[in-house]
């Protein structure tokens, strides 16, 4: 069964600081992994998302992801927060085929002046 | 906006009572998911429906239910409400080929039910 696991369920910077939110996944396959955000009020955006190919993934607004299968990780990152980068980002993985996307617990993102 | 619409927004009732909850996917999804999301459980699969057919089930309720129309929208009923449902409901689409979800899911904004 898949499975992801989000450390920390808050992660503080300071704005122009690097942001690293980790996640490691389960999986018995090959996983997709995504990396989505939500912002107060709204529905969860995608990210950033690895199927296959490159393991060093780029998504919107800065962020960036890599997927390593020895370590089981695919932690997200952003060079330089901003203020506009507080949310709730969640870390989730499926097997393809017929198997749903599982959702990690979030990892709340807080970014001081 | 996401193109996924979810109604009610916000719903407050009694314990015991029974609520639907709306959704209408992106134009020309035909896989509609439904998710709770709580502080304690995080963000919980309950079930998903592709063109009409319950695809897969995840972790719903015997007291909550789900279909999808034809014309793609879809429902969640709960009922014999009690507080611990009190949570945020999303709704989400995708393509939904028949060989199942490696993409994108589109969440709509999610509707919020307090039981009091």
């Known amino acids: 069964a898949q499975s992801v696991t989000q450390l920390g369920s808050h992660v503080s910077v300071s704005e122009g600081a690097l942001v690293l939110l980790r996640c490691n996944y389960s999986?018995?396959?090959?996983?997709?992994l995504f990396w989505y955000v939500q912002y107060p009020n709204q529905g969860l955006q995608l990210l950033l998302k690895?199927?296959?190919?490159?393991?060093l993934v780029k998504g919107i607004n800065g962020f960036e992801a890599e997927f390593k299968k020895s370590e089981t990780s695919f932690h997200l990152t952003k060079p330089s927060a901003h203020m506009s980068d507080a949310a709730e980002y969640f870390c989730?993985?499926?097997?393809?085929?017929?198997?749903?996307?599982?959702f990690g617990k979030g990892t709340m993102l807080l970014v001081s002046p | 906006d996401s193109g996924v619409t979810q109604t009610p927004k916000h719903l407050i009732t009694a314990t015991g009572q029974r609520v639907t909850l709306r959704c209408s996917p992106r134009?020309?999804?035909?896989?509609v998911y439904w998710y709770q999301q709580s502080l304690d459980q995080g963000l919980q699969f309950l079930i998903q429906?592709?063109?009409?057919?319950?695809?897969a089930k995840g972790n719903i309720l015997e007291r909550f239910s789900a279909q999808q129309f034809p014309d793609l929208h879809s429902e969640l009923n709960l009922s014999s409400l009690e507080l611990g449902d009190s949570a945020l409901y999303f709704c989400?689409?995708?393509?939904?080929?028949?060989?199942?979800?490696?993409?994108?899911?589109?969440f709509g904004e999610g509707s919020r039910l307090t039981v009091l």
């Open positions: 989400a689409s995708s393509g939904g080929r028949e060989t199942g979800n490696t993409g994108e899911l589109f």
């Open positions: 999986s018995s396959v090959p996983p997709y």
């Open positions: 690895y199927t296959t190919g490159a393991t």
């Open positions: 989730a993985v499926t097997e393809g085929g017929y198997s749903t996307l599982t």
């Open positions: 134009s020309g999804d035909l896989s």
């Open positions: 429906y592709y063109n009409g057919e319950e695809r």
